[in-house]
C-alpha cells in the first residue's frame, strides 16, 4: 500500500480512528487491578482467565500474576 507521498507503508489501514478500542485493553487493566485491591481475588483471576482464553498476550499473563501476587500477599499479611 502506498500513502499520498508515494511511499510503502506496511501497516493495516484502518476504517476510522476508534478511542474507545485503543483504550480498552488500559481500562480492563485498571478494573481488574481494582477488583483485586478490594480481595475479590477469584472474581478478578476469572476475568483475567477470559483475557486469556480470548487473546494469550504477555500483557495479560503479567496481569494473572499480578493478581495472583496480591492475592498470596493478603493471605500472607493475614487479611483473608
Not at 17 to 23: D, I, K, M, V, Y
Not at 30 to 35: E, G, P
Request: charged residues 30%; positive net charge; without cysteine.
Amino acid at each position: 500500500m502506498t500513502n499520498r507521498f508515494g511511499g510503502v507503508e506496511f501497516r493495516e489501514e484502518q476504517d476510522g480512528f476508534n478511542t474507545a478500542e485503543n483504550l480498552r485493553p488500559y481500562v480492563r487493566e485498571i478494573y481488574i487491578k481494582a477488583i483485586a485491591k478490594q480481595g475479590k481475588f477469584d472474581q478478578a483471576v476469572k476475568m483475567v482467565d477470559n483475557l486469556l482464553k480470548k487473546n494469550s498476550d504477555w500483557h495479560d499473563q503479567h496481569l494473572k500474576g499480578w493478581v495472583l501476587q496480591k492475592r498470596q500477599a493478603g493471605r500472607r499479611s493475614g487479611h483473608l
